[in-house]
């Protein structure tokens, strides 16, 4: 069995120095071979949407530089890229993001994952498209953002792992896995193809996001970052720490089997040995709908009866389409008075819509019961 290692900072702010000490001891103490003679890195943050750093819901553009400073000194060539959400503007992202001013200060490659080639590789039965960037780099350091989910529970670096999907590729998957149990395995499928490519995971955790994550929620100060080269392990001991259970993430047992690790056999810092987040918010995350599937038949069907959440469109909508471009089933469509609108028949909770929205105008309806689940 192996015995897997998390690494875990406690730092205040964004303070690159502070940032290049925590990033450079971890990678100098890499056995991987690859770090000495591979030419390329990828570097794949979480770049969820055209979000700023304020906002908690991508990887800050100072851990993403303490990384970058750290490969250039090693002479090696530095790509930089994911795929966001949805039918986001690429470039908008990389703006809002800091990805260019990164770009502009430092001989990095800016990687549209959206539009590179991709392969169509098989895992188990389940057919992904995974991009070639991924194929063409010996050295892949996946930065994922600490934060909640709403159809995951909770994002991490497995999850952080779907930006690897080419563009709105992930909507198909959404459509096509709608509920959280075939979601997870899904997830799975994209671990099992691309954990031998991963050389290294970080989670920053500086500042994260509680509540109604991953975009929509409340950005929270954790001041936490965490890495290793084993992502089940990384996110065994950051969801812990927010206060989850591994039952509560359905892809999360599938990984450390995957990967041979007994969850008591990861290794922590001594200081962080039984280390608790106070405070944080997780409630409106953990009731997913597939827990009724742990109810009587009969029992179930009576609760999903009292028990439904749909999202609807608010006033705060500023007409950008986003919504009726992402959804991956049509369920969102322009009306009359010129707004979208939602047809909860046929929506299937994916949530991309609360996700993706860049003016949080996407609200969650709930019944009586929800309510009192769900903040």
């Known amino acids: 069995m192996k015995h897997p290692t998390v690494q875990i900072r406690a730092i205040d702010n964004y303070d690159l120095p502070v940032l290049e000490d925590a990033i450079g001891t971890w990678f100098s103490e890499l056995r991987d071979n690859k770090i000495k003679r591979s030419k390329r890195v990828l570097i794949k943050p979480n770049l969820l949407g055209a979000y700023p750093p304020e906002r908690a819901v991508t990887t800050h553009p100072k851990v993403l530089e303490a990384i970058i400073r750290y490969f250039l000194s090693l002479k090696k060539e530095v790509w930089l890229g994911d795929s966001p959400g949805g039918s986001v503007s690429v470039k908008k992202v990389w703006e809002t993001c800091g990805l260019n001013d990164l770009a502009e200060r430092y001989p990095i490659r800016l990687v549209n994952l959206s539009t590179e ?19 063409k780099c010996g050295i892949v350091i996946n930065v994922a953002k600490y934060k909640t989910h709403s159809l995951m529970a909770f994002t991490g670096a497995l999850k952080n792992l779907y930006g690897l999907v080419p563009g709105m590729v992930k909507s198909e998957y959404h459509r096509l896995n709608p509920d959280t149990k075939s979601f997870a395995e899904m997830l799975l499928a994209i671990y099992g193809l691309c954990r031998s490519k991963i ?16 975009s929509a ?26 206060g ?28 962080f ?3 608790s987040i106070p405070g ?9 709908k597939t827990g009724l599937n742990y109810l009587p038949r009969t029992l179930g069907y009576a609760f999903k009866k009292v028990y439904y959440y749909y999202p609807v469109v608010s006033q705060r909508c ?54 009192r689940f769900m903040k």
């Open 117 to 135: 080639k991709y392969r169509e590789l098989n895992y188990e039965g389940t057919h992904v498209k995974i991009s070639e960037a991924l194929f």
């Open 199 to 214: 050389t290294f995971s970080i989670i920053d955790g500086i500042m994260g996001m509680d509540g109604a994550g991953p």
């Open 217 to 242: 929620g409340n950005p929270k100060h954790f001041g936490l970052l965490m890495g290793s080269d084993s992502i089940p392990a990384l996110d065994t001991v950051a969801s812990r720490m927010m």
């Open 244 to 271: 989850f259970k591994i039952k509560d993430l359905p892809y999360l047992w599938g990984a450390l089997h995957m990967e041979g690790i007994i969850p008591s056999h990861i290794q922590v810092p001594h200081s």
């Open 273 to 275: 040995l039984h280390h």
């Open 280 to 288: 944080v918010d997780i409630r409106i995350v953990k009731m997913r």
């Open 318 to 371: 500023v007409r950008c389409g986003v919504c009726v471009r992402s959804c991956p089933v049509e369920a969102i469509s322009w009306q009359e008075d010129g707004y979208p609108g939602v047809d909860k028949d046929k929506c299937i909770k994916c949530m991309c819509c609360h996700e993706l929205c860049p003016t949080q105008a996407i609200d969650i309806h709930k019944s009586f019961v929800a309510k």
